[in-house]
C-alpha cells in the first residue's frame, strides 16, 4: 500500500493506493497521527484504491471519530459495494 | 351494436325516393307556374275580346233601335232591351260590370248612361246609383280611358280596387256619340272570378299529370327496389356474413339474373370459395410450420442437452470451461470433455460441415462414436481413425466433420492430441501460441484418414483452449474477421479455464457486435492446476493470507468475482487470527459447480451465523463488520463444529 499526504493549512488530503486490509490498516492509521494537529477536514481520495476490509473500514471509523470533518472520494465501484455491505455509504460523507 | 350501427346506415332506396318526390314536386310547382302565367293571358286576352264583341253587339242593338239619342230617351222604355242585351252579355261572360258612359274631359266626370252587373244584387244597385245621366266626378282618369275616348280599340287593362271591388276591366270605344261625346263601353271582372279562373285551368292541367308523374314514379321506385335494392342488399349481407367469418362457412348468393347483379352475384360466389379454399390451404400450411417449429424447438432443446451452451467443471488439479452458441436454432459444432478414468481427462472439439438439422444429427453421430472411442481408452488418434471407418460406412449425405481430440494425463501432465482437420488450438503457457500440429483429413471423407498423435505436457497453471472456425472467422459489421492476433490477445495472462474462455467469447461477442452473419462459435479450454485447488494448511498468521489470495486467484481468475471472494476469505482468516486461538487451520477450494470454501480451524467454538447485537457506528472501529462483509458477500454460508474444529463452507454463485 501507499499513501500519498498533501496538507494546506487545516484540511489535508490522504490518498491511498493498493490494497487496505489487515496488515497495510495500521500504517493509514499512522499517517493520520502524524498529521499536524491543527489539521481538522480530512480528505481521503480511495482513486487507486483496488482493495478494503473490514480492517480499513475499521480504520475509517477511527479517522472519522478523530477528525472535525471527514469525506471521501473517488472511490471505485468495488469499494463503493463494500461500504455498502456495511451502511457505512448513509453514515460518511462520500463524494 | 351491430343493430343501431344498421340502422344509421343510408338506404339507396330512400335517396332515389326522395329524388324522385323532389322532381315530381319541381315538376308539378313548374308546371303550375307556366298554367298560370299562360292562364292569366289567355284570359286577359278574352276579357278583351269579350269586351269588344259586346261593344259590337251593343253598337248594332242600338243602331238597330233608331241611335243612341232615341234608345236613351227620357221615360220611354226604348233603352229596355239595351238593358237585356248587356245583362244577357254580362252573364254570358261572367261580367261583373258592364256599362256604357261618355267621359267630360274638361270637368274630369264620367257621364254614366246605363250599368249591368252580372250580379243580381249588384245590377239593383247599378240601376239606382248608375242610371242615365249620373255624373260621377273622377280625380285620376285612367289613362286607358282617355285613349278609348279619343278612339283606340286598344286600350290598356285598368285595375281598381274601391267600393265596387277588387277588378280589372276595359274600356272600348263605340262608334257613336252621346251628347256630343264618344260612347264608351266598360267591362270589369272581379279579380276573384279571374283567379278562381286561373287556378280551375291550373288545377286541370297540374292534377292529371301529378298523377301520371307519382303513377309511374311508383312503378320505376317499385321496380328499382326489387330489381336492383334487394338483390344488391342481400349481396351487400352475404358480403358482412362472409368477412366476419373467414374461412368458416362458404357464402353463397342465390341469384341468377342474367344482368349486372346477376354477375356481381356469381363473381362474389366464385371469390367467396377461393377465399375459403385459400384460407383453408394457409390454415394447413400454418400447421405444418408449427408444427416443423416445434420439432426444430424440441431438436434445439436435444441439442443444448447434448452441447450444453456452458460447462465449468473446477476440480483440485485441473478446470474445464467451454461455451458454444448455435447461429441457428440447432448447429453443427460441438465440443466434449469426460474423464476416461481418475487420472485422464479428455476434451473434443469439431465442426460438421453444413447446416441445420442434417448438420445437427450428423453432429450428433460424430459426438457418440468419437466419445465411445475415447472412453476405450485408446490414443486419440486411433480414436479418431476408427471413428472415421464407422463414420465413412453410413454417411450417404457425404458429410464430414474436423475434429481436434485432446487426453491429458493429470498425474504427469502429459497432453496427447491428435487433429483431423481442425484449426490448430492455443497453447496457454506464459505467452500463448498457436500448437503446430500434423493436420489429418476431415473425418466421414475418406477411409484411411491417416492421423496421427502428438504429444506435449503442461505444468501447473498452463492449459490448452480448442475452438472453432466461429471464433478466428467471425465478421464484424464492417466484414473484417475476428482473426488470430485478437485471439491471442484475448487469451493473454489467463490462467484458468474460466477465465480463458470468459474472456475469449465476451472478446468474440463484442467484436461481432450486432452483425448479422453470426456463425456457429464453440470454444473449450482445459487447465491444469497448480497447487491451488488442493487443501491449503496455513498458520493463523496474517502474512499466510498471501497464499490464500494466490490460491483463490490462480484457481479463479483475476475477475470481480475473484476480488469478492478474497474479501470474504480475508475476513474470515482475519477473524481465525485475531480471536480463535487456533494454533492450525485448512482451506479447501473447489469450483464443479459453484466455488466453495470451507475453512478449518481448531480455534475456540465461533458460529459466525449466531445472532449478535448491532454496534453504532462510531463504535465500529472496534470490529464487527467482517460477518456482516462475508455474509452479504457469498452466497450461502454453513457452520458446524466438528471433531473439536469450526467449519465454516462459504459458496459463490459463478455467475
Avoid at chain 2, 16 to 24: D, E, P, R
Avoid at chain 2, 149 to 161: F, V
Avoid at chain 2, 274 to 292: G, W
Avoid at chain 2, 532 to 539: C, F, S
Amino acid at each position: 500500500m501507499q499513501i500519498t499526504k498533501n496538507i494546506n493549512g487545516e484540511s489535508a488530503v490522504i490518498a491511498v493506493e493498493g490494497w487496505l486490509d489487515t496488515r497495510t490498516a495500521p500504517e493509514l492509521g499512522q499517517a493520520a497521527d502524524e498529521l499536524p494537529a491543527d489539521v481538522k477536514a480530512l480528505e481521503l481520495d480511495l482513486s487507486k484504491l483496488e482493495y478494503i476490509s473490514s480492517a480499513g473500514l475499521r480504520q475509517i471509523v477511527a479517522l472519522h471519530k478523530k477528525m472535525e470533518k471527514l469525506s471521501i472520494t473517488n472511490a471505485s465501484a468495488e469499494i463503493l459495494d463494500v461500504f455498502r455491505m456495511t451502511g457505512f455509504d448513509k453514515r460518511l460523507d462520500i463524494r | 351494436m351491430k343493430k343501431a350501427g344498421r340502422e344509421k346506415k343510408g338506404s339507396v332506396f330512400r335517396s332515389i325516393a326522395a329524388v324522385f318526390a323532389a322532381a315530381i314536386a319541381v315538376s308539378c310547382l313548374i308546371s303550375a307556374f307556366v298554367g298560370s302565367v299562360s292562364g292569366a293571358a289567355e284570359i286577359r286576352n278574352n276579357a278583351h275580346e269579350h269586351s269588344a264583341e259586346a261593344a259590337q253587339i251593343i253598337s248594332d242593338v242600338i243602331n238597330g233601335r233608331g241611335g243612341i239619342e232615341t234608345v236613351f230617351e227620357s221615360n220611354t222604355t226604348n233603352a229596355v232591351p239595351i238593358r237585356k242585351t248587356l245583362e244577357f252579355l254580362a252573364r254570358g261572360y261572367d261580367l261583373e260590370y258592364l256599362y256604357l258612359f261618355t267621359l267630360d274631359e274638361e270637368n274630369d266626370e264620367y257621364h254614366y248612361i246605363i250599368a249591368v252587373s252580372c250580379d243580381d244584387e249588384q245590377n239593383a244597385f247599378l240601376s239606382e246609383n248608375r242610371s242615365l245621366g249620373t255624373v260621377v266626378p273622377v280625380d285620376d282618369i285612367p289613362k286607358c280611358v282617355v285613349e278609348a275616348s279619343h278612339g283606340s280599340e286598344d286600350a290598356d287593362i285598368i285595375h281598381d280596387n274601391n267600393e265596387f271591388g277588387n277588378v280589372i276591366g276595359w274600356a272600348y270605344p263605340l262608334d257613336m256619340e252621346y251628347e256630343g261625346r264618344r260612347v264608351l263601353i266598360g267591362a270589369e271582372y272581379l279579380v276573384s272570378v279571374i283567379n278562381e279562373d286561373i287556378l280551375e285551368r291550373v288545377l286541370i292541367l297540374v292534377v292529371p299529370m301529378t298523377v301520371v308523374l307519382i303513377g309511374a314514379g311508383a312503378v320505376m321506385l317499385f321496380l328499382t327496389h326489387r330489381k336492383i335494392i334487394v338483390p344488391v342488399a342481400e349481396i351487400s349481407e352475404h358480403m358482412r356474413k362472409f368477412t366476419e367469418n373467414y374461412g368458416g362457412k362458404k357464402e353463397k348468393i342465390d341469384i341468377t339474373d342474367n344482368n349486372e347483379i346477376g354477375e356481381i352475384a356469381s363473381s362474389f360466389n366464385k371469390m367467396s370459395d377461393d377465399i375459403h379454399t385459400l384460407i383453408a390451404d394457409n390454415t394447413a400450411l400454418n400447421e405444418v410450420k408449427l408444427q416443423a417449429q416445434i420439432q426444430l424447438d424440441i431438436a434445439r432443446r436435444i441439442q443444448s442437452g447434448i452441447v450444453p451452451e456452458n460447462l465449468s467443471v473446477i476440480k483440485p488439479d485441473h478446470s474445464v470451461c467451454a461455451f458454444a452458441r448455435a447461429a441457428r436454432s440447432v448447429g453443427g459444432d460441438f465440443y466434449d470433455s469426460f474423464m476416461i478414468d481418475d487420472t485422464h481427462i479428455c476434451i473434443v472439439v469439431g465442426d460438421v460441415s453444413g447446416k441445420g438439422i442434417t448438420a445437427a444429427l450428423f453432429m450428433t453421430m460424430t459426438k457418440t462414436i468419437i466419445r465411445e472411442m475415447l472412453k476405450l481408452g485408446i490414443t486419440p488418434d486411433e480414436a479418431l481413425n476408427r471413428a472415421n471407418d464407422e463414420m465413412c460406412q453410413s454417411n450417404p449425405e457425404g458429410l464430414f466433420a474436423t475434429v481436434f481430440a485432446a487426453v491429458l494425463d493429470l498425474e504427469t501432465g502429459v497432453l496427447q492430441y491428435a487433429n483431423a482437420g481442425h484449426n490448430p488450438p492455443l497453447l496457454l503457457k506464459e505467452k500463448p501460441e498457436f500448437m503446430k500440429t500434423e493436420i489429418g483429413i476431415a473425418l466421414g471423407v475418406f477411409e484411411d484418414a491417416g492421423i496421427v498423435c502428438e504429444s506435449t505436457s503442461l505444468k501447473g497453471g498452463e492449459g490448452i483452449l480448442l475452438y472453432t472456425d466461429g471464433v478466428t472467422e467471425a465478421v464484424d459489421k464492417s466484414e473484417s474477421f475476428y482473426g488470430t492476433e485478437r485471439l491471442l490477445k484475448a487469451c493473454e495472462n489467463c490462467r484458468t479455464a474460466d477465465e480463458t474462455v470468459a474472456k475469449v467469447s465476451s472478446s468474440v461477442l463484442d467484436f461481432y457486435g450486432g452483425s448479422p452473419q453470426f456463425d456457429d462459435l464453440t470454444m473449450i479450454a482445459l487447465f491444469r492446476s497448480g497447487s491451488a485447488g488442493k487443501k491449503l494448511e496455513l498458520l493463523p498468521q496474517p502474512d499466510e493470507f498471501d497464499r490464500i489470495k494466490e490460491a483463490v486467484t490462480e484457481i479463479i481468475g483475476n475477475t470481480p468475482l475473484c476480488k469478492k471472494i478474497v474479501l470474504a476469505c480475508d475476513e474470515v482468516f482475519t477473524n481465525i487470527c485475531s480471536y480463535s486461538g487456533a494454533e492450525k487451520a485448512f482451506l479447501t477450494l473447489d469450483g464443479s459447480e459453484c466455488f466453495t470454501i470451507t475453512f478449518t480451524d481448531d480455534g475456540i467454538p465461533f458460529d459466525p451465523l449466531a445472532p449478535r447485537e448491532e454496534k453504532d457506528f462510531d463504535d465500529l472501529d472496534t470490529g464487527g463488520m467482517g460477518i456482516g462483509i462475508v455474509k452479504q458477500t457469498a452466497s450461502s454460508l454453513t457452520y458446524k463444529r466438528e471433531n473439536g474444529m469450526n467449519v465454516l463452507t462459504l459458496s459463490f454463485n459463478k455467475q
